[in-house]
């Protein structure tokens, strides 16, 4: 999550494409172990107005239309000898895995297949995207900016994931894996390298870059070697669309995934595709895809136009104008997204047309919970250390130059700087005062929001945590319920696998990844040094210092259960997370009624499109306005608000949905007493769109005074496209 400052406080880029695997696995070829592979895909597109949007987490940010729709694409891998050994990779446009969400999702899948799947073996991951719908997450920190629970919200999300791991349940059947990765070099870019610098100069030495520029890939084929998607995993945050951006997308990874289904099936409309292409989260944290830097935007201000101040991120002292730029910037945010999206699109086409490693191997997986409050352990010197129960630093405040703060909040304050009065005195009305204890564990950072201490109406973050692994072969997939670091996924790779081969669980070919934020949204991971210098990030690792440590070393204790002769029995848990949803509060009012105003209907067409006799061309946008009714009516799940229609054959044919980046839809409450609206459809033609005769068509729905909603069906005026 980006900040809750605003509204609690007031081509290219695919060089370097050999196969070598420089995590330890090597590309050499063979025959590839044989699986049981199942891909699924499935919509979870919550309410598109009227709606927080989660990510920022800015009040302000209320969404007003649709841009991309959501979704859920799963994969599933099963042992072909024995197949209730599986596991399931769930890939979600969301900003995070939530315990409550999760919950739901393996109560229905467990209850309906339940020799197949549990709690254990069921990953749900992020792709950390920030243009999202908001208000699904159980904890009541990221509830305040959406006022409450959602519960429209978090259904769509559910119900679409199990739809999609039903439809990768059924499309189950032998196949092989392999893997490879690529270097994706202008796809991010560290947004605290002075965090980052922080860490050993002989550590960093080591690496090329601040930044992981490796694009790792999973290809799934069938059993003649046709492939049928792919799991990548790439450490780029979902901020290429701001804080300005109300209509509901799927940032770069949800327009990846789009793209290149696309460019595998063309013909097929968005959702309906059998090939699935995952753009997987990795070590996030100091990410962002504003890969131009970032720059101060004071207009009248000596500074305006210069690169922000290093350590800080500040512009005049201040951090609300420095703000990063994407590499569309002088055309737009959805441009920037674009060509973020592309790079990841061009990375995984380089390995999906090499000949990769072959995998092989057991399928394994182990899952227990963890309470990280006070949680006392040995580091490798054996030194007893501790985690600490959740607190926010006040350079979470500060935002970062993705999402700049507000007020005198700023990047890099820590308890070596004085703190504003003002907030010493009302951080007490908001949470608890930290007591010493509290002050002590967190240490350096100075405790702004302390959120673990903080139970009413109900827990404003959790204590306790997901820890999760699975194995696929000689692929070890870390689930992380939290944003890691650059330098902090290095090191939790790095010892995973030391710990995975020294144990003799894998071979020198053993290959680890992150994904994440997944399960529980535990905010950041930083390394003890990044930490230190209490950056966004460092003040956002709400269980103090020696957070990362402690994941290596709860990880690290659990490789043995995913050995080859591991029964499957899982470890020893701490009590899962409380169940949060009979506490749930919303103060979202439900849609009370539409009208379509005297004298016109639903769906009746205001202001039409350009005259048939004068043809559009490429590049241009077709737009019509329409008498309108709150899509809350009806999320229209697996279909759409809006299609382009073309007249082939004497008959009408849909060929644009409300998923193709290429349309946009956009509602507006025109009067909230009358309960009248209008929806706007934008479609700017492609270039190779075919000549001929087109109509925008919108299906809305309707709440009547009395009686039940209604759907109706508008369109505009035929109109053509010239060769």
Not at 111 to 123: R, V
Not at 248 to 268: C, I, Q, T
Not at 560 to 578: K, M, R, W
Request: hydrophobic share 35%.
């Amino acid at each position: 999550m980006q900040l809750l400052h605003q509204g609690l406080l007031c081509l290219t880029a695919f060089l370097a494409s050999t196969n070598v695997l420089s995590n330890g696995a090597r590309g050499v070829q063979g025959v590839a172990g044989q699986y049981l592979l199942g891909l699924g895909i499935g919509d979870i597109t919550g309410p598109v107005v009227e709606t927080n949007m989660m990510g920022y987490a800015s009040l302000a940010q209320t969404d007003t239309g649709l841009h991309l729709r959501q979704r859920s694409r799963a994969w599933i891998v099963a042992d072909a000898n024995n197949d209730t050994n599986r596991v399931v990779f769930i890939n979600a446009d969301i900003a995070m895995g939530d315990t409550g969400v999760r919950r739901s999702i393996v109560a229905a899948l467990s209850a309906e297949f339940p020799e197949y799947y549990n709690n254990a073996n069921i990953a749900l991951v992020s792709t950390h995207q920030h243009s999202g719908v908001g208000g699904y997450l159980e904890n009541l920190l990221p509830q305040v900016t959406a006022l409450g629970y959602v519960k429209q919200a978090a259904d769509a999300i559910v119900n679409g994931t199990v739809l999609a791991v039903r439809r990768a349940h059924e499309s189950l059947k032998p196949g092989s894996l392999s893997l490879g990765n690529t270097t994706v070099v202008d796809g991010n870019r560290n947004r605290s390298p002075s965090a980052y610098l922080a860490n050993p100069a002989e550590e960093r030495a080591r690496y090329d870059y601040d930044q992981d520029k490796d694009l790792t890939l999973l290809r799934f084929d069938d059993e003649s070697g046709n492939a049928r998607g792919f799991l990548s995993f790439f450490a780029v945050h979902g901020t290429s669309l701001y804080e300005n951006n109300t209509l509901v997308s799927s940032d770069n990874k949800g327009m990846a995934a789009y793209l290149y289904e696309h460019l595998v099936e063309p013909d097929s409309m968005p959702g309906n595709n059998t090939f699935v292409a995952g753009f997987t989260q990795s070590n996030v944290g100091d990410t962002s895809p504003n890969t131009l830097g970032a720059y101060c935007e004071s207009p009248g201000e000596a500074w305006d136009g210069q690169l922000c101040e290093f350590e800080h991120s500040t512009c005049g002292n201040k951090t609300e104008d420095c703000h990063g730029r994407g590499p569309g910037f002088r055309t737009s945010d959805f441009e920037s997204n674009r060509i973020i999206a592309q790079l990841q699109v061009d990375g995984a086409q380089t390995l999906m047309g090499q000949t990769l490693a072959p995998v092989t191997g057991a399928v394994k997986y182990v899952h227990t919970y963890l309470n990280m409050s006070y949680r006392q352990f040995e580091l490798p010197n054996g030194t007893t250390v501790q985690t600490c129960p959740p607190a926010m630093g006040y350079s979470f405040a500060g935002g970062t130059t993705d999402g700049p703060g507000a007020f005198d909040f700023i990047q890099g304050d820590n308890s070596s700087n004085p703190q504003n009065p003002f907030w010493e005195l009302v951080k007490g009305a908001v949470t608890p005062l930290p007591p010493q204890e509290q002050i002590d564990c967190q240490f350096p950072k100075p405790i702004l929001l302390d959120t673990g201490y903080a139970h009413t109406p109900y827990d404003w973050s959790p204590n306790t945590v997901d820890i999760q692994m699975l194995r696929v072969g000689n692929l070890v997939m870390l689930i992380m319920p939290g944003e890691l670091t650059t330098m902090a996924g290095r090191r939790m790779r790095e010892a995973l696998r030391t710990k995975l081969i020294s144990e003799g669980v894998l071979g020198d070919d053993a290959y680890v990844v992150i994904a994440g934020p997944a399960n529980t949204y535990a905010h950041y991971v930083t390394t003890p040094e990044e930490y230190a210098v209490q950056r966004y990030e460092g003040a956002s690792t709400i269980f103090g210092q020696w957070t990362l440590n402690s994941y290596i070393d709860k990880y690290g204790s659990l490789v043995g259960y995913l050995a080859d002769n591991a029964t499957g029995e899982q470890p020893p848990s701490d009590p899962a997370p409380p169940d949060l949803s009979g506490k749930a509060i919303s103060l979202q009012t439900g849609v009370v009624f539409d009208f379509a105003g005297i004298g016109k209907a639903f769906g009746d067409v205001l202001t039409d499109v350009r005259n048939a006799s004068a043809p559009y061309s490429a590049g241009e946008a077709v737009i019509a306005t329409f008498v309108g009714a709150n899509p809350r009516n009806n999320l229209r799940l697996e279909h759409t608000f809006l299609s382009v229609d073309q007249f082939v054959d004497d008959q009408w044919k849909p060929v644009r949905s409300d998923s193709h980046p290429s349309t946009t839809y956009q509602w507006t409450r025109t009067d909230t007493v009358l309960g009248t609206s209008t929806v706007n459809i934008t479609w700017v033609i492609e270039d190779g769109t075919p000549a001929g005769t087109y109509r925008l068509t919108y299906f809305g729905d309707y709440k009547p005074v009395i009686g039940s909603i209604t759907p109706f069906v508008g369109h505009s005026s035929n109109f053509t496209i010239s060769a």
